[in-house]
């Protein structure tokens, strides 16, 4: 029930970013040649959430066993930590979504599937691969970074998998 929830706060946090999704594949279809920027978001979260979906299959029950060392955990939080402070050295200007490149977006899903393991945080991994990767500190249409509407493929997908357990 989580996942349902944090999927509908997500949607209703991000609708004005979904129709611009919507519109921009529109206006691609439309006017052949044009590529909006919405269509190129949704492009860009089609391609993350692949690497994150295989690694969120493949490897599963390896990190569900992280979850009874304590010890482990803590030192993903102390690696978080060290990541998102490795980020003040980034370029504060980057690149704009329309010049994200698809390894970027390849990257950004492998932080996020890493994230699978306790102590890692989602948006501070996906974030700062997208800082490392030379993006703009917040890859955004309007002002919500990538890595958050890109979470709502991934919620969606973990509710209608886990949806039949008790």
Same mark, same amino acid.
């Given at each position: ?10 949607m ?9 999704i919507?519109?921009?594949?529109r ?7 044009k590529?909006?920027q919405g269509?190129?978001l949704?492009?860009?979260i %089609?391609?993350?959430?692949?690497? $994150?979906?295989?690694i !969120? =299959?493949l ?9 009874s060392q ?6 993903m ?12 050295w980034t370029?504060k200007?980057g690149?704009k979504?329309m ?19 306790p102590? %890692?945080s989602r948006?501070?991994? $996906?974030?700062?691969? !997208? =800082? ?5 500190p917040i890859?955004?249409i309007r002002?919500r ?12 997908s973990h ?7 008790v």
């Amino acid at each position: 029930m989580l996942h349902i929830g944090t999927l509908f706060a997500v949607m209703v946090y991000f609708w004005k970013d979904i129709l611009e999704i919507l519109h921009g594949i529109r206006a691609t279809l439309g006017e052949k040649g044009k590529e909006q920027q919405g269509t190129r978001l949704l492009l860009w979260i %089609i391609v993350a959430t692949v690497p $994150t979906g295989l690694i !969120g =299959l493949l490897l599963k029950d390896w990190f569900e066993s992280f979850f009874s060392q304590p010890k482990l955990v803590g030192g993903m939080l102390l690696i978080t930590g060290f990541f998102l402070w490795l980020t003040r050295w980034t370029k504060k200007e980057g690149r704009k979504i329309m010049k994200m490149g698809w390894l970027d977006s390849v990257l950004i899903g492998i932080s996020q599937g890493m994230a699978i393991i306790p102590g %890692i945080s989602r948006s501070g991994a $996906t974030i700062s691969t !997208g =800082l490392f990767c030379g993006n703009r500190p917040i890859l955004r249409i309007r002002p919500r970074p990538f890595c958050t509407v890109f979470l709502s493929p991934l919620h969606s997908s973990h509710f209608r998998s886990n949806r039949f357990r008790v």
